[in-house]
Antibody, heavy 116, light 107 residues
Framework: EVQLQQSGPELVKPGASEKISCKTS????????IHWVKQSHGKSLEWIGY????????GYNQKFKGKATLTVDNSSSTAYMELRSLTSEDSAVYYC?????????WGQGTTLIVSS | DIQMTQSPASLSASVGETVTITCRVS??????LAWYQQKQGKSPQLLVY???TLAEGVPSRFSGSGSGTQFSLTINSMQPEDFGSYYC?????????FGGGTKLEIK
């Protein structure tokens, strides 16, 4: 069974950085891109970027360049997204999703709250 | 970036009704369109990809149609478990974009 298990909710202060994890199982990790999607409260979905675990190749939405950095640890089949210089605008639920042209499996989401 | 315009933004329907959600795209994406369902507090779930192919396990009362710039998702004979939010998304290369969503509520 394909599963993407994300790290738990985080409360962080403005200006800080935070790293969210997405641990996968049930499939060959290096065979599929992992994408990240942001959903602000009550809003639609925004695509952040992707990483190809096979070679570490990445692609980002221009809006999130400099904000998000995507990495992987192939030994643990885990993808990571680090968000830096956090502001209240970064408060949202962040999802990782497996990509096969479209997003066929999603993590449960990680809630990030940025507040002093 | 490709713009996705979804309508209606909200819709009230009764169990047993047939409902249709539309997605208009700013440029030709052929059939590279997906639909997702999202329940409150849960992650999106893939319903349809390539405009009309049902994802594994999706009931046959769901159907997708369209190509180019106009697409639709139809739910025949709404069931209680079908209420929630629905999003279209193009998968015609990055950057991917989503529609604004349709919130489907019980009447």
């Amino acid at each position: 069974e394909v599963q993407l298990q994300q790290s738990g909710p985080e409360l962080v202060k403005p200006g800080a950085s935070e790293k969210i994890s997405c641990k996968t199982s049930g499939y060959t990790f290096t065979a599929y891109n992992i994408h990240w999607v942001k959903q602000s409260h009550g809003k639609s979905l925004e695509w952040i970027g992707y990483i190809y675990p096979y070679n570490g190749g990445t692609g980002y939405n221009q809006k999130f360049k400099g904000k998000a950095t995507l990495t992987v640890d192939n030994s643990s089949s885990t993808a990571y997204m680090e968000l830096r210089s956090l502001t209240s605008e970064d408060s949202a639920v962040y999802y990782c999703a497996r990509h096969w042209g479209y997003f066929d499996y999603w993590g449960q989401g990680t809630t990030l709250i940025v507040s002093s | 970036d490709i713009q996705m315009t979804q309508s209606p933004a909200s819709l009230s329907a009764s169990v047993g009704e047939t409902v249709t959600i539309t997605c208009r795209v700013s440029e030709n994406i052929y059939s590279y369109l997906a639909w997702y369902q999202q329940k409150q507090g849960k992650s999106p779930q893939l319903l349809v990809y390539n405009a009309k192919t049902l994802a594994e396990g999706v009931p046959s009362r769901f159907s997708g149609s369209g190509s180019g710039t106009q697409f639709s998702l139809t739910i025949n004979s709404m069931q209680p478990e079908d209420f929630g939010s629905y999003y279209c998304q193009h998968h015609y290369g990055t950057p991917y974009t989503f529609g604004g969503g349709t919130k489907l509520e019980i009447k």
